[in-house]
């Protein structure tokens, strides 16, 4: 446990900017030099503990209603991307949703290397799609990560989550449910 939370201490950290590039290294190196722990034994953990472990249980967690939403968006022809903080396309395979998406980016692929809120992993998104910031919307679940790097990137943001914050003036729509974000997706 102790790795496993320095290294993710380290993404945190990093979410300024200042690390740039090899992200998995960077955190690997932080959590060694938090831990005392060589750069093996955390990179072993955290491969077992967050790549391989989570993909035996973690379809159980996809929320009710997501296939469905998914399917309606990509029958009405909206083109939809993932950006996680890691790599995603094994955890989407395992949920079953691996090709309800157009591209799967992380902030840890080379071209993005660093962690929301920069918006380049957004605008890299944009790009894979061929669409502008004016024409897409951003759905995430922190507001002070996800929300910022949408407003860095000129795109419209929806926070989507269960705990009860208080929203930033203009910054982004907050909503609690799946029926809410879809019908707040049917209006676009």
């Known amino acids: 446990m102790r790795i496993l939370s320095a290294y993710r201490r380290a993404q945190e950290n990093m ?4 690390s740039s590039g090899d992200l998995r290294a960077a955190q690997i190196d932080a959590a060694v030099a938090r831990t005392g722990a060589t750069a093996d034994q955390v990179a072993s953990c955290v491969t077992r503990w967050m790549d391989q472990e989570p993909l035996e249980v973690i379809g159980r967690y996809v929320r009710p209603g997501m ?16 950006l996680s903080d890691y790599p995603a396309t094994a955890k989407l395979h395992a949920m079953g949703l691996g090709a309800k998406f157009d591209a799967v980016l992380s902030a840890q692929d080379p071209e993005i290397g660093v962690f929301k809120p920069d918006p380049r992993g957004i605008l890299v998104a944009l790009g894979r799609l061929g669409v502008g910031p004016g024409d897409a919307i951003y759905v995430g679940d922190r507001v002070e990560v996800d929300s910022a790097a949408a407003r860095a990137a000129g795109v419209a ?10 929203q930033a003036s203009g910054a982004s729509t907050l909503l609690t449910s799946l029926s809410d974000l879809s019908k707040r997706l049917e209006a676009v």
Do not use: K, N, Q, S
């Not at 943001?157 to 208080?166: K, N, P």
């Open 15 to 18: 979410r300024d900017g200042a």
């Open 157 to 166: 943001c929806v926070i989507l989550t269960e705990a009860r914050i208080r």
């Open 67 to 82: 296939v469905e939403l998914l399917d309606g968006l990509r029958a009405r022809g909206v083109l939809l991307a993932v």
